[in-house]
C-alpha cells in the first residue's frame, strides 16, 4: 500500500522565473527521475497556483524523508538540480532555514 504526502513550496513571484521553472519541468532530467523512483516514491505530482506549488508524493514502505534526504546528499546530479531549482524557488514564510518542501496535514477526507 502506497502512503501519500502532500507538500508546499512558492516559487519567486515572477512570471518569467516560473515560465522558466515548468520549462524544466517539462523535461526533467533522467537523473533526477531515477533519484525519485528509486527513494520508493511511485508517483508524485506537482501543481501550481501563482506562485504556490502543491506536489503529492505516493511511496512504497521503502521510502522515508530521511532515507530521500540522504540519498540526495551523496548525488551530485541532485545537488546540481536542487541548487538549479533554488534559483526559482522560494521557501513558505514558516520554513525553518534551508528548508524546501514543508509537509501539509491533512485536515479533510470524505
Known amino acids: 500500500m502506497l502512503k501519500r504526502h502532500c507538500l ?7 512570471e518569467s522565473l516560473i515560465a522558466e521553472y515548468e520549462k524544466y519541468h517539462e523535461q526533467v532530467w533522467p537523473e533526477i527521475l531515477n533519484s525519485i ?7 508524485l505530482e506537482i501543481y501550481r497556483i501563482e506562485n ?11 521510502f522515508s ?6 540519498m540526495d546528499n551523496n ?8 541548487t538549479l531549482m533554488w534559483n526559482y524557488q522560494q521557501a513558505l514564510p514558516t520554513a525553518n532555514p534551508g528548508q524546501k518542501w514543508i509537509e501539509m496535514r491533512k485536515i479533510f477526507q470524505l
Open 75 to 82: 548525488n551530485p546530479k541532485v545537488q546540481e538540480w536542487e
Open 8 to 14: 508546499a513550496l512558492d516559487l519567486k513571484p515572477d
Open 65 to 70: 524523508f530521511e532515507k530521500k534526504s540522504a
Open 37 to 43: 523512483t528509486s527513494s520508493g516514491i511511485e508517483r
Open 52 to 62: 504556490r506549488l502543491f506536489m503529492i508524493l505516493e511511496a512504497n514502505e521503502q
